[in-house]
């Protein structure tokens, strides 16, 4: 009973728990933000990867079939 009326007591006013987790929040908003903005940049990215392991990867195929090596 007493520490519900503390915490009525105490509002307005929020607990240093309360501004860590506001300033951890913010940071993660923020944090979140930033990852969005940079999304095109790293899906360009990974397709270009994507298209050179592709391109190896038939080249590969190319060179064991006419060595005649078999997978």
Known sequence: MIGWIKRLARRGRPSPGQQAADGALERATSARREAEQRRPLVQA???RIRRERE???FARRIRM???GDVP
Do not use: P
């Open 45 to 47: 990215q990974a397709d």
């Open 55 to 57: 391109a190896n990867q």
């Open 65 to 67: 079939a006419l060595e």
